[in-house]
């Protein structure tokens, strides 16, 4: 009852912020769901800030003789270096787990050699094979994993959200009380499909500028050709 109490309170900024917070919400987090690969950091902080806000406002009182200022400074405080603690955790977070990501899928790949009678390890080509592969995987790893958590958060922000604004208890998305959480999943696969066709999107626009790096930075004209309108590089 008592970690009830205390998680409802570090909430209470969101939960007592009304319709224009609940929509607030949403709008952050459907731009986590398109595009949350690039506002991780963004997203962590405010995430950060605000239980930081909560949170500190929760251990004022034990401090409050000896602290030289005053409850709203000091939240502010607290909540400003949660949020900065919050981010750089994040970081290593995801460093980490696209790490433990290759070492697995290493692993597994020996694994599965070794149960073919064959000692990946021990060769000089197949270890230069092994090497090549955990490189290539630590490269896509480290734009799969941002992916994959902000269209976790970006779908449990959504439901959030809606929950808030429709007065339904956000207490059904801690994942113990009831499943409502894990629908989230859902919400994650739409959005890295999202994700991954705009960073295909990118991948051929990087490769078209490669090709033609002129192409970025040619003076543009626009005139009439053949009846057709058409804006292009002099």
Same mark, same amino acid.
């Given at each position: 009852?008592?970690?009830?109490?205390?998680?409802?309170?570090? @909430?209470?900024?969101?939960?007592?912020? !009304?319709?224009?917070?609940?929509? *607030?919400?949403?709008?952050?987090?459907?731009?986590?769901?398109?595009?949350?690969?690039?506002?991780?950091?963004?997203?962590v #902080?405010?995430? +950060?800030?605000?239980?930081?806000?909560? @949170?500190?406002?929760?251990?004022?009182?034990?401090?409050?003789e000896?602290?030289?200022? +005053?409850? +709203?400074?000091?939240?502010?405080l607290?909540?400003?270096?949660?949020?900065?603690?919050?981010?750089? /955790?994040?970081?290593?977070?995801?460093?980490?787990?696209?790490? #433990?990501?290759?070492?697995?899928?290493? &692993? &597994?790949?020996?694994? &599965? !050699?070794?149960?073919? #009678?064959?000692?990946?390890? #021990?060769?000089?080509?197949?270890?230069?094979?092994? &090497?090549?592969?955990?490189?290539?995987?630590?490269?896509?790893?480290?734009?799969?994993?941002?992916?994959?958590? /902000? +269209?976790?958060?970006?779908?449990?922000?959504?439901?959030?959200?809606?929950? @808030?604004?429709?007065?339904?208890?956000?207490?059904?998305?801690?994942?113990?009380?009831?499943?409502? /959480?894990? @629908?989230?999943?859902?919400?994650? *696969?739409?959005?890295l499909?999202?994700?991954f066709?705009?960073?295909?999107?990118?991948?051929?626009?990087e490769?078209?500028?490669?090709?033609?790096?002129?192409?970025?930075?040619?003076?543009?004209?626009?005139?009439?050709?053949d009846?057709?309108?058409?804006?292009?590089?002099?």
């Amino acid at each position: 009852m008592a970690q009830h109490d205390t998680t409802s309170s570090i @909430l209470e900024p969101l939960l007592t912020g !009304g319709p224009l917070v609940a929509l *607030l919400i949403m709008a952050l987090s459907v731009v986590l769901l398109v595009e949350g690969r690039k506002r991780i950091p963004m997203t962590v #902080g405010m995430i +950060g800030f605000v239980v930081g806000f909560g @949170l500190t406002g929760q251990l004022y009182p034990l401090v409050a003789e000896q602290s030289p200022v +005053g409850e +709203g400074p000091l939240r502010f405080l607290g909540a400003v270096i949660i949020a900065i603690v919050c981010v750089s /955790a994040a970081f290593v977070t995801m460093r980490f787990l696209a790490a #433990g990501l290759v070492y697995l899928s290493v &692993t &597994t790949i020996i694994d &599965t !050699g070794w149960a073919a #009678g064959v000692d990946l390890e #021990g060769d000089a080509f197949y270890s230069g094979l092994l &090497t090549l592969t955990a490189f290539v995987l630590s490269m896509s790893f480290r734009r799969f994993v941002p992916a994959v958590m /902000a +269209g976790l958060v970006g779908s449990l922000g959504v439901m959030f959200g809606f929950y @808030l604004l429709v007065g339904w208890p956000v207490e059904r998305l801690d994942g113990v009380s009831a499943p409502d /959480a894990y @629908l989230a999943v859902l919400g994650a *696969l739409v959005s890295l499909i999202l994700q991954f066709r705009s960073i295909r999107d990118e991948d051929e626009m990087e490769e078209m500028l490669d090709e033609n790096p002129s192409a970025d930075t040619a003076p543009q004209k626009a005139f009439i050709d053949d009846d057709e309108f058409y804006i292009g590089p002099v």
